[in-house]
């Protein structure tokens, strides 16, 4: 069965400085890994997705992840954020079929 | 559309009641999800439809739960006689074909029961 982790609840970060959130899933095959944005009372919009080659994607809004199988890690990435960013971001991972599973979320909060 | 639509966006009701959610998808896309999102929790896969072919019900928490999909457009999520534990955002996406494109997601039906 797949399933996904992310280990921070919540994470407060100063405007201008980096981001990284963290994502660890469980799967049998080479996953399919997607990340979510979810501001209040907004549906969940996505940021990027990984399904092959190159291990590092690039998004919309300047975010990124890597894919790294040896850790089973697909973790989030900004070199600078901005006030807007404070959101929810989730992660999510499945096959090439449909029923994804999401994580738990992590709840972003950017400090002026 | 030109995005996922999903009514009404609150709904406040009785313990006991019936309710209905609607969502309807991007035109063209093929495939339909609905997913529940409870306080503090991750999305819980509930239904998906694609295409013609017979729904995947496997994430239904009850019985009470159900979903329909007319015409391979619009879909109805019923819950029957509520809960207060039915509490929750229910979210509907859609996509052009199975997962691997990624879903487009609505902004979701904030369903109190009380």
């Known amino acids: 069965a797949q399933s996904v982790t992310q280990p921070d609840i919540h994470i407060t970060v100063s405007e201008g400085a980096s981001l990284e959130l963290r994502c660890n899933y469980s799967?049998?095959?080479?996953?399919?890994l997607f990340w979510y944005v979810q501001s209040p009372g907004q549906g969940l919009q996505l940021l990027l997705k990984y399904f092959s080659g190159d291990t590092l994607v690039q998004g919309i809004k300047g975010f990124e992840a890597e894919f790294k199988r040896s850790q089973s890690s697909f973790n989030l990435r900004k070199p600078s954020v901005h006030w807007s960013d404070a959101a929810e971001y989730f992660c999510?991972?499945?096959?090439?079929?449909?029923?994804?599973?999401f994580g738990a979320g992590t709840t972003v909060t950017v400090r002026a | 559309g030109a995005g996922v639509s999903q009514s009404p966006s609150n709904k406040v009701t009785e313990k006991g009641k019936d309710v209905e959610l609607r969502c309807d998808p991007i035109?063209?896309?093929?495939?339909l999800y609905w997913y529940r999102q409870s306080l503090g929790q991750g999305l819980e896969f509930l239904i998906y439809f694609q295409g013609n072919s017979a729904p995947d019900k496997s994430g239904l928490p009850s019985d009470r739960f159900s979903a329909e999909r007319t015409g391979g457009s619009v879909s109805t999520l019923t819950i029957q006689r509520t809960q207060q534990e039915d509490s929750a955002v229910y979210l509907c996406?859609?996509?052009?074909?199975?997962?691997?494109?990624?879903?487009?997601f609505g902004s979701g039906t904030r369903l109190t029961v009380v």
């Open positions: 035109s063209g896309h093929t495939a």
């Open positions: 996406a859609s996509s052009l074909g199975q997962g691997a494109t990624g879903y487009t």
């Open positions: 999510a991972v499945g096959s090439n079929d449909y029923k994804l599973s």
């Open positions: 799967y049998g095959a080479t996953p399919y």
